[in-house]
Each structure stands twice: as structure tokens, then as C-alpha cells.
């Protein structure tokens, strides 16, 4: 089954910290990766993507097809990163399946 | 541009009633699809479509119906409510060409209760 793991519901760390948000995909095509982020009273929107390999707000992610992952990295975590943080797979067919989500809180 | 525009925001329905949850997109996308989002379960795809007259179904169907008569519209239908349809729906629509390609656009979400 095609699918998108994020094990981690929670995630707390202080401001300043390293932060990594973790990513697993099973898909026997050619996968492309999403992150998305939803912030308090905001609409779901794109925070990147595999094939632009750029970093926003801080954030990049690289896609291991070896260990099919797709972590979330920033070195210095900021309050305002806090947020819900959801991976997303794009099938062949153009259907787009998302993880759990992870909520990450940022102390101050 | 109002991007992806959900209607209602709110709705209590009882069960066994039917309902349709409106969604709307201004910026010629092909692609539309809908989510619903529940806690610890993320979103999960429930129907899509790649264009007007084309629909299928994603992970979640059952219970829903969609169309897509025009590009712009793409209602998704309750027939008869249940309880384990309380959820938020999310609408999202996504262009499938150049360098914006299958980034999706979401609507504010709608938040269904059944009793």
C-alpha cells in the first residue's frame, strides 16, 4: 500500500534548537514529496517541496529514496515555527495522500 | 482572485440527513479534490478530479458523491449523514503544469457535525 508515515504526533522543542520532523513513504512508483503547514488560523499551504530543493523560513528537506524518507530539517528552531507540519505524497495518478501530521510547539 | 472558496464554514446536520458541501476555485486549475481532516488521522483524500467530467475516488468514498460539471465548481455530496462524518473538509485545487504544477491551493475549510 501506498502510504505516508510521520511517527511523531508531538513534537516540543525551545527556541534556538535544532528540529527535525520525520518523514516515511512507501510507493513503488517515482514519488514526489510535499511538506505542507497549517498555522493557527491559517489555511493549509505549501512549505516545500522535493523537486525545488530550496529552503523556506529556514526549513529544507531531503529526499533519501533509499531509506524512502523525506525529513523536515531546520537548525534553529523560531516560535513562530509553531505549527501543524503534514508530508504528502503525489501518486502517478494525481492523487495526493498526506501523513498524520505532526504538531510542533516551539518554547520559548 | 479568492483562490478556493468553501461554503458553509459551519453546518449541523442530524443523521440520515443530505447535504452538499460547495466548493469553488478562480484560477482555471484542473485538478480538484477533497479532504476530509480528523484528529491523529491527518487528511485523508476522499474523491478527486482531473478536470470537468472526471472524477475518482480517493482513500475515504464511501458515503460521498462528487461532479464536476464545470472547471470551477466541484460540490461534494452527503446522502444521508452519519455520525462518523463529523469532520473538517477541506477543498484544495492544483494546476498541473509549469512551475507551480500539483502545489495545492486549500479553501478555509468546512466544519461538519452530525449528530
Known amino acids: 500500500a501506498q502510504r505516508v508515515t510521520q511517527p511523531e504526533k508531538l513534537l516540543s522543542v525551545f527556541k534556538g534548537a535544532p528540529v527535525e520532523l520525520k518523514c516515511n513513504y512507501s510507493?513503488?512508483?517515482?514519488?514526489?514529496l510535499f511538506w505542507y503547514v497549517q498555522y493557527s488560523r491559517q489555511r493549509l499551504q505549501l512549505l516545500l517541496r522535493?523537486?525545488s530543493r530550496e529552503s523556506i523560513k529556514g526549513f529544507t528537506a531531503d529526499l533519501n529514496k533509499g531509506e524512502t524518507s523525506f525529513h523536515l530539517k531546520k537548525p534553529f528552531a523560531q516560535e513562530e515555527d509553531s505549527a501543524m507540519y503534514y508530508c504528502?505524497?503525489?501518486?502517478?495518478?494525481?492523487?495526493?495522500?498526506f501523513g498524520a501530521g505532526t504538531r510542533l510547539t516551539v518554547k520559548p | 482572485n479568492a483562490g478556493v472558496t468553501q461554503t458553509p464554514k459551519f453546518q449541523v446536520l442530524k443523521t440520515g440527513q443530505s447535504m452538499t458541501l460547495q466548493c469553488a476555485q478562480d484560477m482555471n486549475h484542473e485538478y480538484m479534490s477533497w479532504y476530509r481532516q480528523d484528529p491523529g488521522m491527518g487528511l485523508r483524500l476522499i474523491h478527486y478530479?482531473?478536470?470537468?467530467?472526471?472524477?475518482d475516488q480517493g482513500e475515504v468514498p464511501n458515503g460521498y458523491n462528487v461532479s464536476r460539471s464545470t472547471t470551477e465548481d466541484f460540490p461534494l455530496r452527503l446522502l444521508s449523514a452519519a455520525p462518523s462524518q463529523t469532520s473538517v473538509y477541506f477543498c484544495?485545487?492544483?494546476?498541473?503544469?509549469?512551475?507551480?504544477?500539483?502545489?495545492?491551493?486549500f479553501g478555509a475549510g468546512s466544519r461538519l457535525t452530525v449528530l
Open positions: 478530479s482531473v478536470g470537468a467530467g472526471i472524477t
Open positions: 510507493y513503488s512508483g517515482s514519488p514526489e
Open positions: 484544495a485545487s492544483s494546476y498541473g503544469g509549469g512551475a507551480g504544477a500539483n502545489v495545492l491551493t
Open positions: 504528502a505524497l503525489r501518486r502517478n495518478n494525481n492523487d495526493m495522500r
Open positions: 522535493h523537486i
